[in-house]
């Protein structure tokens, strides 16, 4: 089975912190994904990559940064974490055509 | 940039009603369309998908056919029970990156 894997379940950091949350993924997927998930706004994408050291910006990427150093880790940093990031933050890898999701990072700055 | 926009929730039916949750998309090129199931308090799930133009995916008693010419590929289900209850997410895979409607709960009463 496909296992993505994020560092935390939940995480609690306070304002001006600099953040990082983890994301692996073991099957060799090219694609990678990281979204941010609020009520009633579903699934808004941040970055994603579609090879090692490749980054591409999505929809709301401000406030953000990605790495993708090695192709089975993802990475995306806050570098001044706000309030208004706090959210569920969902990692993806795709090969193509599908995507396998991560349990999710439950965010709280306070 | 592509985009998917599906019906607003919440959806509330009782047990063994017909379900449809709409979904269209606006895409360049040929995406892979997706539904998604987020049970609660639980990760997302790939419910079906369909890559290609009058393809229909189904899975769980769950069905949605890739309609090219109306960019739409909404849910369907015949009997909904209970343990349908969950939210709902339309995706779209198309060069290299995924973006999701904003998900519509379901709650199906007994």
């Excluded at chain 1, 974490?81 to 999710?104: D, R, V």
């Excluded at chain 2, 040929?30 to 997302?44: A, D, I, M, T």
């Excluded at chain 2, 029970?81 to 995706?91: G, K």
Aim: charged share 25%.
């Amino acid at each position: 089975d496909v296992k993505v894997t994020q560092s935390s379940r939940y995480l609690v950091k306070r304002t001006g912190e600099k953040v990082f949350l983890e994301c692996v993924q073991d099957m060799d997927h090219e694609n990678m994904f990281w979204y941010r998930q609020d009520p009633g706004l579903g699934l808004r994408l941040i970055y994603f990559s579609y090879d090692v050291k490749m980054k591409e910006k999505g929809d709301i990427p401000e406030g953000y940064s990605v790495s993708r150093e090695k192709k089975e880790r993802f990475s995306l940093i806050l570098e001044s974490a706000s309030t208004n990031q706090t959210s569920m933050y969902l990692c993806a890898s795709s090969p193509s055509g599908k995507a396998f999701f991560g349990q999710g990072t439950r965010l709280t700055v306070v | 940039g592509d985009s998917v926009t599906q019906m607003e929730g919440p959806v509330t039916l009782s047990e063994e009603a017909f379900l449809t949750i709409n979904c269209t998309y606006t895409a360049t090129g040929y995406p892979s369309l997706f539904w998604y199931v987020q049970y609660p308090g639980e990760g997302l799930q790939l419910l079906l998908k369909a890559t290609k133009a009058d393809d229909k995916g189904s899975n769980k008693g769950f069905e949605a056919t890739y309609r090219k010419e109306t960019t739409s590929f909404h849910l369907e289900k015949g009997s909904v029970q209970v343990s349908d209850s969950a939210v709902y997410f339309c995706a779209l895979i198309g060069n290299n990156d995924m973006r999701f409607g904003a998900g519509t709960r379901l709650t199906v009463k007994p």
